[in-house]
């Protein structure tokens, strides 16, 4: 049995479930979700953080994890970042028995070249590397995650091992591929706000508007938009009613 960490606060209703990027954990929300007026559901997600890996990863084996660490069936509104935007959507389908009433996909990478797939697929095959200091490996698990110079990096992120620290993420997480999109979107069953940072070079504003055309821009930022800027991320999930 799969088990996620899952740190929760507040009270209101519906609860937000946040859902964060690939290499990062549920710590990258600590500020938007002290800004908030909901009990707020914030997972590592499965092979990263304080959570234990699965034995294969997809888009579906990984909203299913999330689905059953759920502590109620009460709704839902859902905010993913990358990997947690395709999650959010998924989860949205009406096939993981969660009702959710609204999702915002922050910053999901929707174009994805052989090069990007091939990049990836080479990742997901790598052993963890090790690190001989614990800065090292914060400098590291800052990279991937994409927080470099706007957030510390995140102690659950990290493992000590033999011989120095690697990276608590499972790299075969990494091998999750390409999400169809058009699919997510035509299958959720609530309102979806998409959004990307004007400067994220992994999210093009362009390319999500090409999905839908009331995707917004958020002017500034980057791939990270609700680190650099929550109080811009809260506004748009004022447009879920939160």
Same mark, same amino acid.
């Given at each position: 049995?799969?088990?996620?960490?899952?740190?929760?606060?507040? =009270?209101? =209703?519906?609860?937000?479930?946040?859902?964060?990027?690939?290499?990062?954990?549920?710590?990258?929300?600590?500020?938007?979700?002290?800004?908030? $007026?909901?009990?707020?559901?914030?997972?590592?997600?499965?092979?990263?953080?304080?959570? #234990?890996?699965?034995?294969? !990863?997809?888009? &579906?084996?990984?909203?299913?994890?999330?689905? @059953?660490?759920?502590?109620?069936?009460? $709704?839902?509104?859902?905010?993913?970042?990358?990997?947690?935007?395709?999650?959010?959507?998924?989860?949205?389908?009406?096939? !993981?028995?969660?009702?959710?009433?609204?999702?915002?996909?922050?910053?999901?990478?929707?174009?994805?070249?052989?090069?990007?797939?091939?990049?990836?697929?080479?990742?997901?095959?790598?052993? $963890?590397?090790?690190?001989?200091?614990?800065?090292?490996?914060?400098?590291? !698990?800052?990279?991937?995650?994409?927080?470099?110079?706007?957030?510390?990096?995140? $102690? #659950?992120?990290?493992?000590?091992?033999?011989?120095?620290?690697?990276?608590?993420?499972?790299?075969?997480?990494?091998?999750?591929?390409?999400?169809?999109?058009?699919?997510?979107?035509?299958? *959720?069953?609530?309102?979806?706000? %998409?959004?990307?940072?004007?400067?994220?070079?992994?999210?093009?504003? &362009?390319?999500?508007?090409?999905?839908?055309?009331?995707?917004?821009?958020?002017?500034?930022?980057?791939?990270? #938009?609700?680190?650099?800027?929550?109080? *811009?991320?809260?506004?748009?999930?004022? @447009? %879920?009613?939160?």
């Amino acid at each position: 049995m799969d088990t996620l960490n899952m740190r929760t606060g507040g =009270e209101g =209703e519906p609860a937000i479930l946040f859902l964060h990027g690939l290499g990062a954990t549920g710590a990258v929300w600590a500020h938007l979700t002290e800004a908030v $007026p909901r009990r707020v559901l914030v997972p590592d997600l499965p092979g990263h953080g304080l959570s #234990a890996p699965l034995p294969h !990863y997809s888009f &579906e084996t990984l909203t299913a994890a999330v689905a @059953r660490a759920l502590p109620d069936k009460n $709704p839902l509104v859902v905010a993913g970042h990358s990997l947690g935007g395709v999650l959010a959507l998924e989860l949205a389908s009406g096939k !993981y028995d969660v009702e959710v009433t609204g999702v915002l996909a922050l910053g999901v990478k929707v174009e994805w070249s052989q090069d990007d797939l091939g990049r990836a697929a080479s990742f997901a095959v790598r052993p $963890p590397r090790v690190f001989e200091t614990q800065a090292d490996a914060d400098q590291a !698990y800052l990279k991937v995650s994409g927080l470099l110079g706007i957030a510390p990096a995140d $102690p #659950a992120g990290l493992r000590e091992t033999e011989g120095g620290w690697r990276l608590a993420m499972d790299p075969a997480a990494f091998g999750v591929g390409a999400p169809d999109m058009t699919a997510l979107l035509a299958a *959720a069953r609530c309102p979806v706000v %998409l959004a990307a940072g004007e400067h994220d070079p992994m999210s093009r504003p &362009e390319q999500l508007c090409a999905l839908d055309p009331d995707a917004v821009t958020l002017a500034g930022l980057g791939h990270n #938009a609700h680190v650099e800027d929550p109080g *811009a991320v809260r506004a748009l999930l004022e @447009r %879920l009613g939160v």
